[in-house]
T-cell receptor, first 115, second 115 residues
Framework: DGGITQSPKYLFRKEGQNVTLSCEQN?????MYWYRQDPGQGLRLIYY???????QKGDIAEGYSVSREKKESFPLTVTSAQKNPTAFYLC??????????????FGAGSRLTVL | AQTVTQSQPEMSVQEAETVTLSCTYD???????LFWYKQPPSRQMILVIR??????QNATENRFSVNFQKAAKSFSLKISDSQLGDAAMYFC????????????FGKGTSLLVTP
């Protein structure tokens, strides 16, 4: 079945450590996105990528980094520079860069807790 | 940047009754898309309904319908014959051309369904 796989589902990190969240899709989607979800804050865009080897900062990119070396993969690294990394992280993808429908498909999410 | 406002942090409805969730947005664009997503306790984001701004007819999906008022920049979701499985967070979202066609989300409305 086609979909988006995020791993790990739960992750614990000590302060000062970098951690990488995986996002893999087999939908052949061009565009991929990372969102952060905090209680009462909705979803906020961290980074997005419309094509391989290209990505752009979203609204809250500070303390995060990404890469897009393959169409199906868009990993997110939470660096030690991120002041408050404890959150729920959602990865999403979309089938065409310029599409009126623009329906995002989401992964199941990763919960990161900093100890 | 477009903003999406959901003014009801929590709503409650009895089973089989009807409930309306409010959403307003701010934009200078004339052509855009609006969405409602549902996030149950599993935290999986599920598309409920979408509306193209150029269509005057309100979108409907089974028990879910919207009241789209373009001039007022209002996009409310009506859930008819509410079921226990409708209990979830509901997010209103606007498609932004500014960020690779990512979605801008409101902060969400938590819907409680009582027997």
């Amino acid at each position: 079945d086609g979909g988006i796989t995020q791993s790990p589902k739960y992750l614990f990190r000590k302060e000062g450590q970098n951690v990488t969240l995986s996002c893999e899709q087999n939908l052949n989607h061009d565009a991929m996105y990372w969102y952060r979800q905090d209680p009462g804050q909705g979803l906020r865009l961290i980074y997005y990528s419309q094509i391989v080897n290209d990505f752009q900062k979203g609204d809250i990119a500070e303390g995060y980094s990404v890469s897009r070396e393959k169409k199906e993969s868009f990993p997110l690294t939470v660096t030690s520079a991120q002041k408050n990394p404890t959150a729920f992280y959602l990865c999403a993808s979309k089938d065409r860069v310029i599409s009126g429908a623009n329906v995002l498909t989401f992964g199941a999410g990763s919960r990161l807790t900093v100890l | 940047a477009q903003t999406v406002t959901q003014s009801q942090p929590e709503m409650s409805v009895q089973e089989a009754e009807t409930v309306t969730l409010s959403c307003t947005y701010d934009t200078s664009e004339s052509d855009y898309y609006l969405f409602w997503y549902k996030q149950p306790p599993s935290r999986q984001m599920i598309l409920v309904i979408r509306q193209e701004a150029y269509k005057q007819q309100n979108a409907t999906e089974n028990r879910f319908s919207v009241n789209f008022q373009k001039a007022a920049k209002s996009f409310s979701l009506k859930i008819s014959d509410s079921q226990l499985g409708d209990a979830a967070m509901y997010f209103c979202a606007y498609r932004s051309a500014d960020s690779g066609y990512a979605l801008n989300f409101g902060k969400g409305t938590s819907l409680l369904v009582t027997p």
